[in-house]
């Protein structure tokens, strides 16, 4: 019954049922006792009515009066006082008398359970042994139990004709339509598979097939209107980085320069803090162009292209190497002396690769240290491991497992250095991602953090 209450659909086809079943109960209890009703009229006309002859000679032989009538049938007289004209015979039926008093001519009924069918009374005289006659007749049990299955049969096949009939004229269009509405509504505002009820009724039904329809519209428009808004914004955001690219590389070497001349301590911390921020920005600008391309779907292993690691790791050492000067922060590398290949897009794998180690240096406290290793791992060398290591403040062991989502930096970050949003390290776990590398950020004892990329090595590009 659970089951069947839960959908729309189940809750109206149970209502129609026993809607449908109640009428026909009704209808099928009060057509036969209708029907009994006439029948036992009828029965109770049957009664005798005594003539003066008849009544005569049932006054002076009672018993042989009554025999005279067969075993199928009881006929029995009694007089105005009630009292049977025969010793042993039955009492009179008091409610055939009661409606005989009121008025009726030959009041009869049937008895459901008793071994005779019905009986019928009739007052052939206002006084003497023979004034009231009541006659019973026999019913077999198998005439009974035939009689019983009708009217049972009957009520059950009424009932299941109703339910069926209505079943497939009411419940079942009604169903369809409710199932139509239900796929059209799990797939409202999807920009593809949508598939209107298409209901014309002018009903409620229809109405909220309309509804859906103008809803599915509105949100498709909205959604096309949004992506467009997106894609605009993601494309200027692009521009922009790409034209901030030169200026700030030339700004950069131009600040480099002037702190190489700079003589007194506090116009080089000045400098210093100039290259930083241009540092800063620049990796801001490069990791935005590189969300943009990641949002709307670049894929570092498109095209087949390879990166050669150890001279990834030249160029970023050397990059930031520059800027770790400024800060009195050594940067080291280490490579094997052969080139190894791996399967990655080469911009995007140095600028996940720069993420971290900006990120170290930027992180570092004058007299620190970051170290870049690349090595051979695996049973047959047959993957690599690149590792960021320095010996800064590190991390908190509880903010480990947030430090790669987008915006999060821990408060000490924020105290040290309040630019930022922590978005290097999450374009470096996307682009990781997707290339099929894992990034692991660990602590390192007693201070400083550890960011270790592995994945597989690849041969060489394929020469055109």
């Not at 008849?54 to 007289?77: K, N, T, Y």
């Not at 509804?211 to 467009?228: C, P, S, V, Y």
């Not at 090595?457 to 020469?463: A, D, L, R």
Request: proline residues 6%; glycine residues 10%.
């Amino acid at each position: 019954m659970s089951r069947i209450l839960r959908g729309l659909s189940g809750r109206v086809f149970l209502a129609a049922a026993i809607c449908a079943g109640l009428s026909v109960a009704v209808v099928a209890v009060v057509m036969p006792s209708l029907f009994i009703e006439q029948a036992i009229r009828r029965i109770g006309v049957l009664t005798p009515q005594l003539d003066a002859i008849s009544l005569a000679q049932c006054e002076r032989d009672p018993g042989r009066f009554i025999a005279q009538h067969g075993p199928e049938l009881d006929l029995v007289v009694y007089d105005e006082d009630l009292r049977p004209a025969v010793a042993g015979t039955e009492p009179i039926d008091l409610q055939l008398f009661a409606r005989l008093q009121a008025g009726e001519t030959a009041p009869a009924r049937m008895y459901f359970f008793q071994p005779w069918g019905g009986a019928s009374l009739r007052r052939a005289a206002d006084h003497g042994p023979c004034a009231l006659v009541q006659l019973r007749w026999r019913l077999s049990p198998s005439e009974r139990r035939f009689a019983l299955l009708i009217i049972f049969g009957l009520l059950a096949f009424s009932v299941a004709a109703a339910v069926g009939l209505a079943s497939f004229f009411a419940v079942r269009p009604m169903a369809l339509r409710l199932e139509k509405l239900r796929r059209a509504t799990e797939q409202v505002g999807q920009a593809a598979g949508y598939a209107s009820a298409g209901d014309p009724a002018r009903d409620d039904l229809g109405q909220l097939s309309a509804l859906l329809d103008q809803a599915h519209a509105r949100i498709a428009a909205d959604a096309a209107r949004m992506e467009a808004r997106h894609r605009a914004l993601e494309q200027h955001l692009a521009n922009i980085a790409h034209d901030l690219r030169t200026p700030l590389a030339s700004l950069q070497i131009a600040l480099e320069q002037v702190a190489a001349d700079a003589r007194p301590a506090e116009d080089q911390g000045l400098v210093r803090g100039a290259i930083g921020d241009v540092v800063y920005m620049g990796s801001l600008i490069d990791n935005l162009y590189l969300a943009c391309r990641l949002q709307e779907g670049a894929d570092p292993l498109h095209g087949d292209l390879r990166v050669d690691l150890c001279a990834l790791v030249d160029r970023v050492a050397r990059r930031f190497a520059a800027l770790g000067r400024t800060r009195g922060i050594e940067v080291h590398d280490a490579r094997p002396d052969a080139a190894l290949w791996a399967r990655c897009n080469p911009a995007m794998a140095e600028q996940a690769l720069a993420n971290l180690v900006h990120n170290a240096v930027a992180h570092g406290e004058p007299g620190g240290h970051v170290a870049i290793l690349l090595e051979e791992t695996g049973d047959s060398g047959a993957e690599f491991t690149l590792t960021v290591v320095d010996d800064g403040p590190g991390v908190p062991p509880a903010d480990l497992p947030k430090i790669g989502d987008r915006t999060f930096r821990t408060d000490e970050a924020r105290r040290r250095d309040p630019k930022g949003g922590g978005l290097g390290l999450a374009i470096s776990q996307e682009v990781c991602s997707r290339a099929g590398f894992t990034l692991t950020l660990a602590g390192e004892l007693p201070r400083g953090l550890r960011a270790t990329l592995r994945g597989p090595i690849s041969g060489p590009p394929q020469s055109s």
